[in-house]
């Protein structure tokens, strides 16, 4: 089955608001709405790296539902209102602040390559960076003085997005740790959501294997889009097994041709 192929919603007769690598903003059913259409798009290294994986979108929106209707549950705040469809979620529209939010709780990636560090070492404690969203510069890493010096975030804002991004972490960490998987980083984005006269900070965009790292307890095997990165091969098993612990998909459930098949 092709998933590209729009099943339940006429993607040509809703105005398309913007098209990202990994994603489709249309405009929603209601001002302040939109909808987020998840596509089968991976790319790595700033889209140099570029391949559609059938059946990815399927699982980053199903994972990314889990997590964020979790999260307004405990009163993270979030832009999720309410999953579609099996490629797409109803989201409030908010004003995405251009940083890349990363928490670290483990050594990996830029991270142990920067700083000498081994993969997989325990940092002493979680640390939060900010990148600055800027694919032309290659999302440098940026400070808190860059953050207020450039008005990208105001300290107070910055302050909100940390109590957050913390908030993320101890609930992320939990919920994989119950499954066997340990929660090595992982990335947010946050938004401004104007409610009348009043404005929050809530967490937007996605989190599933794509904005994660996520390694078996047991194996240390990767479940996340390192294995795109580094060519690992096995994606969509990898995607299939996060959503299986989760509970999302049915333990008997494979990985069928036509894709993962979706407990409602
Ligand atoms: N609630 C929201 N309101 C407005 N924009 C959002 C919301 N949630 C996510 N976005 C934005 O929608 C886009 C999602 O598309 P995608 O993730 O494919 O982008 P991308 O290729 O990673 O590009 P970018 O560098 O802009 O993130 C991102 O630009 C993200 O910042
Ligand atoms: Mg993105």
Redesign the pocket.
Known sequence: MDFNKPRYTPMNRRRR?????????FEGPEPGT?I?HF?D?A?AFN?KKHEVIDGKGVLNNRISEFVFQHLNDIGVPT?FIRRLNMREQL??????I?L?VVVRNVAAGSLAKRLGLEEGTQLPRSIIEFYY???KLD?PMVSEEHITAFGWATPQEIDDIMALAIRVNDFLSGLFLGVGIRLVDFKI?C?R?WEGDMMRI?V???ISPDSCRLWDMKSAEKLDKDRFRKDLGGLIEAYTEVARRLGILAETDGVPMGGPRLVQ
Request: no cysteine; charged share 45%.
């Open positions: 608001i913007y098209e990202g690598k990994a994603k489709v903003l939109l987020q596509k798009d790319t889209a832009h989201i409030r529209e908010v004003e995405i251009p890349e969203k800027n694919d999302d984005e938004g959501l809530v937007a965009d996605e």
